[in-house]
């Protein structure tokens, strides 16, 4: 199918275009045989007839178009819907309730209804009647549940405190429990009461003193109990002493620590003993306490 505006302006040519010559739209169509025009090349090439009554006259560049043929009653049903539309326009807005729910946040209750300007306002869900259908949240404002809704927020969960360090434990001169009769005569042991009593006079003796290590370190040799004496007949000893685990950092020996470490080591190791101890040693806050029950050595150059 030939048409269209035409590619060139149609005043009279030198080459003798008649002046009456069809103009734009009603130009010769070039692939005519009265006109026999350049019909390819770029659209906005000079295109003129080349024979007959239009010689030298512009013509038009003829084309082919594909449609595809459509019910014209569909065309009309479309149309008149979008006609509707725009008729209609302004006539609804969006639901004023919509149902929302939200079982996973912990609040009560649960479900809701968001109603009014951009679902700002929280309603209760309206109540279920036997045999109508069911609407939880009614779409008309008029319709919507009077009452106003307050969420009411899970408890909170406060965080457990950490657990408490675990207690120091000691490290035990030896294990007594498999054979105590045996170990009694093997390793130098002392009272439990001897041994807590003086621990604890230590302690309060020495609180506040630097403790460092070697000959000048935190000590002090104590006597056992009268009913306990070496082979000749003089009491068994035995040593309480600190030390520091870093030689480079300074401590001052703290009481409290202290008495918690003579307490530890002397019912902490041997325990199926209630009176007789045979020591170890415990670190607590960078400081070693040890309790030594002593082996009596005879002087034999004395």
């Known amino acids: 199918m030939a048409g269209g505006k035409a590619d060139n302006p149609s005043p009279t040519s030198s080459g003798g275009c008649p002046t009456d010559a069809p103009k734009g739209a009603d130009a010769p169509v070039c692939t005519d045989e009265d006109c026999k025009g350049p019909n390819d090349g770029p659209k906005d ?17 003829s084309g082919t178009f594909i449609a595809e043929a459509t019910d014209p009653d569909y065309l009309k049903a479309q149309q008149d819907m979008f006609q509707w539309v725009l008729d209609h326009d302004g006539d609804f807005s969006k639901p004023w ?13 649960s479900d809701y209804c968001m109603c009014g300007e951009n679902g700002a306002t929280y309603y209760p869900i309206a109540e279920k009647k036997e045999g109508e259908e069911y609407n939880p949240c009614p779409y008309t404002e008029k319709d919507h549940p009077k009452e106003t809704l307050t969420f009411q927020d ?28 045996k170990a009694k005569k093997d390793f130098p042991w002392v009272h439990l009461g001897t041994a807590t009593e003086a621990g604890h006079k230590f302690c309060a003796d020495n609180k506040g003193k630097a403790v460092v290590e070697g000959r000048d370190n935190l000590q002090g040799t104590y006597d056992d109990a009268p009913d306990h004496k070496n082979f000749e007949g003089g009491p068994m000893q035995f040593l309480i002493k600190v030390d520091r685990v870093d030689t480079n950092a300074d401590k001052t020996l703290d009481e409290k620590d202290c008495n918690t470490a003579v307490d530890v080591i002397l019912n902490g190791c041997d325990t199926c003993s209630n009176d007789i101890k045979f020591g170890g040693k415990i670190e607590i806050n960078g400081v070693i306490f040890r309790i030594n029950p002593m082996r009596y050595i005879p002087c034999i150059t004395c």
Do not use: M, Y
């Open 97 to 109: 309730c919509i149902h929302g729910a939200s079982p996973r946040s912990g609040r009560t209750p």
């Open 154 to 181: 899970p408890p909170k969960q406060t965080e457990a405190p950490p657990p408490p360090p675990p207690a120091p434990q000691p490290t035990c001169n030896t294990n007594p429990c498999g054979d105590f009769e």
């Open 45 to 61: 090439k000079v295109r003129v007839c080349s024979e007959g009554k239009w010689k030298d006259c512009p013509c038009l560049r």
